[in-house]
């Protein structure tokens, strides 16, 4: 059976399938990676570290080609897919330097006499199941804090990105990781869930849908495994006041378009205090109405289709839906085959499907708020909490709405600044853990109490 494919979202040319796995072939893969569990994690902090170091290097060696394979699958514009790789070696390297603040023992203050200290071991063989928007940044994120505390990993990659999930399996296995400790898998859902319930695999993380991450929930749950979700995001960008109007229009620009509008935390509804709202609106929309979706091949091209036609097709009844509900469509809202034109809504209401939907793609919400008290609630007011955006130039007023707002993060007076060291994750129905950071390397883990007297 084959379900895995290689379809270009620019031609919409299928290059390359690749077969489901045969169940034999699943127990195989559970089998090695629990069997390498034992030798992983016995292995020296220090030798593990040179590993992830080797990874991260073979990273950049291959940058190119693994660039190129995102482009032919998902349709990133090739600088930024070769930012996407760059940046996941960095996450790596990450792990491999601070792996003994990783791993040391933690000393515990104690009220008795001895010592306790919490020691951190392995738990085993993990499931990640990793989705498309970015091939080789989502697995970085989750492979190397698990590598790096002496776990081993099964990679289920999303259908649409087999090559990637061979190429970046062909890295680990380059890289001299032992037999077994990182293994992709083509695998169907119902085998995933086979995964999920093999005592001999111990937890799950999962980053993609609502849906997807209720169904695997559901069985890890079952189960007892743990299970770490990263999951939607409808990210609110407030502005409250500027002294330089113009370059927060562009920081929202650059929010609303990075990775063809398909980041989970990509700034989506822009919430404008009554006095910028006009200005910044008008030159908003004239900024995004003067980028068209190219090829993403071309090294210039900022925008480009989205990861595949039925992407670009839910967007559009999306657009469509929201218009014949009320919403007032101020540009875009037009697409040829996958690429999809810079979009803008205005007049959304509470009582609209679209207000509490996450828009995957370059399409952007307006809203018009009195004061910050208006802003924080249309913030708030979405079942997402991944991360959110505030500019002002009040610096008692960013600390007090960064306080206010209900999200896993909080960026003020900048946006994409993620970085290896910052924890990344959200509340509500955007997920229940944290990825990169050291929190990372905290969520596969047994945090064991050892007390002496």
Same mark, same amino acid.
């Given at each position: 059976?084959?379900?895995?494919?290689?379809?270009?979202?620019?031609?919409?040319?299928?290059?390359?399938?690749?077969?489901?796995?045969?169940?034999?072939?699943?127990?195989?893969?559970?089998?090695?990676?629990?069997?390498?569990?034992?030798?992983?994690?016995?292995?020296?902090?220090?030798? #593990?570290? &040179?590993?992830?170091?080797?990874? %991260?290097?073979?990273?950049?060696?291959?940058?190119? +080609?693994? @660039? !190129?394979? *995102?482009?032919?699958?998902?349709?990133?514009?090739?600088?930024?897919?070769?930012?996407?790789?760059?940046?996941?070696?960095?996450?790596?390297?990450?792990?491999?330097?601070?792996?003994?603040?990783?791993?040391?023992?933690?000393?515990?203050?104690?009220?008795?006499?001895?010592?306790?200290?919490?020691?951190?071991?392995?738990?085993?063989?993990?499931?990640?199941?990793?989705?498309?928007?970015?091939?080789?940044?989502?697995?970085?994120?989750?492979?190397?804090?698990?590598?790096?505390?002496?776990?081993?990993?099964?990679?289920?990659?999303?259908?649409?990105?087999?090559?990637?999930?061979?190429?970046?399996?062909?890295?680990? #296995?380059? &890289?001299?990781?032992?037999?077994? %400790?990182?293994?992709?898998?083509?695998?169907?859902? +119902?085998? @995933? !869930?086979? *995964?999920?319930?093999?005592?001999?695999?111990?937890?799950?993380?999962?980053?993609?849908?609502?849906?997807?991450?209720?169904?695997?929930?559901?069985?890890?749950?079952?189960?007892?495994?743990?299970?770490?979700?990263?999951?939607?995001?409808?990210?609110?960008?407030?502005?409250?006041?500027?002294?330089?109007?113009?370059?927060?229009?562009?920081?929202?620009?650059?929010?609303?378009?990075?990775?063809?509008?398909?980041?989970?935390?990509?700034?989506?509804?822009?919430?404008?205090?009554?006095?910028?709202?006009?200005?910044?609106?008008?030159?908003?929309?004239?900024?995004?109405?003067?980028?068209?979706?190219?090829?993403?091949?071309?090294?210039?091209?900022?925008?480009?289709?989205?990861?595949?036609?039925?992407?670009?097709?839910?967007?559009? @009844?999306?657009?469509?839906?929201?218009?014949?509900?009320?919403?007032?469509?101020?540009?875009?809202?037009?697409?040829?085959?996958?690429?999809?034109?810079?979009?803008?809504?205005?007049?959304?209401?509470?009582?609209?499907?679209?207000?509490?939907?996450?828009?995957?793609?370059?399409?952007?919400?307006?809203?018009?708020?009195?004061?910050?008290?208006?802003?924080?609630?249309?913030?708030?007011?979405?079942?997402?909490?991944?991360?959110?955006?505030?500019?002002?130039?009040?610096?008692?007023?960013?600390?007090?709405?960064?306080?206010?707002?209900?999200?896993?993060?909080?960026?003020?007076?900048?946006?994409?600044?993620?970085?290896?060291?910052?924890?990344?994750?959200?509340?509500?129905?955007?997920?229940?853990?944290?990825?990169?950071?050291?929190?990372?390397?905290?969520?596969?883990?047994?945090?064991?109490?050892?007390?002496?007297?």
């Amino acid at each position: 059976m084959t379900a895995y494919s290689v379809t270009n979202p620019a031609t919409g040319e299928t290059l390359a399938t690749y077969d489901t796995f045969t169940d034999a072939q699943i127990e195989d893969a559970v089998a090695r990676a629990h069997r390498a569990a034992s030798t992983w994690s016995a292995t020296a902090p220090a030798d #593990r570290a &040179a590993v992830i170091r080797r990874i %991260a290097q073979l990273h950049r060696e291959r940058t190119d +080609e693994l @660039a !190129a394979i *995102i482009v032919r699958e998902m349709g990133k514009p090739i600088a930024a897919a070769v930012g996407e790789v760059e940046f996941a070696a960095d996450i790596i390297e990450f792990y491999a330097d601070n792996i003994g603040q990783i791993t040391d023992d933690q000393p515990l203050n104690i009220l008795g006499e001895g010592t306790a200290v919490i020691r951190r071991a392995a738990l085993g063989a993990l499931l990640g199941i990793m989705p498309w928007n970015f091939p080789a940044y989502q697995v970085a994120r989750f492979a190397a804090p698990n590598l790096a505390v002496g776990n081993t990993i099964i990679l289920k990659h999303a259908s649409q990105c087999p090559e990637s999930s061979a190429a970046l399996e062909a890295i680990y #296995r380059d &890289a001299g990781l032992p037999d077994g %400790a990182y293994i992709n898998v083509y695998a169907s859902n +119902e085998q @995933a !869930a086979t *995964i999920i319930a093999d005592p001999r695999v111990r937890g799950v993380s999962l980053t993609g849908s609502e849906r997807a991450g209720s169904a695997v929930a559901e069985v890890a749950g079952r189960h007892l495994k743990k299970v770490a979700l990263e999951l939607g995001g409808s990210d609110p960008f407030l502005l409250l006041s500027t002294d330089d109007l113009d370059a927060v229009v562009q920081a929202a620009v650059d929010a609303r378009l990075d990775n063809n509008g398909q980041s989970c935390n990509g700034a989506k509804r822009f919430i404008i205090v009554d006095g910028l709202y006009e200005e910044f609106v008008s030159k908003f929309v004239a900024a995004l109405a003067a980028v068209s979706a190219e090829d993403p091949t071309a090294e210039e091209t900022v925008l480009g289709p989205l990861s595949s036609l039925a992407a670009a097709e839910r967007l559009q @009844a999306q657009i469509d839906g929201a218009v014949a509900q009320g919403a007032t469509l101020l540009t875009g809202g037009t697409r040829d085959g996958a690429f999809f034109a810079p979009t803008v809504l205005a007049d959304v209401t509470a009582d609209m499907d679209v207000y509490r939907e996450e828009l995957f793609g370059p399409a952007a919400v307006v809203y018009r708020a009195a004061r910050e008290e208006e802003a924080v609630a249309i913030a708030n007011d979405t079942p997402f909490g991944l991360g959110s955006y505030v500019f002002t130039t009040d610096a008692a007023q960013a600390e007090r709405v960064a306080d206010r707002i209900e999200a896993g993060m909080v960026y003020v007076n900048l946006v994409l600044a993620d970085s290896p060291e910052l924890p990344f994750g959200g509340v509500k129905r955007s997920g229940t853990s944290r990825e990169l950071g050291m929190l990372a390397a905290d969520e596969f883990v047994n945090k064991k109490l050892i007390r002496i007297g």
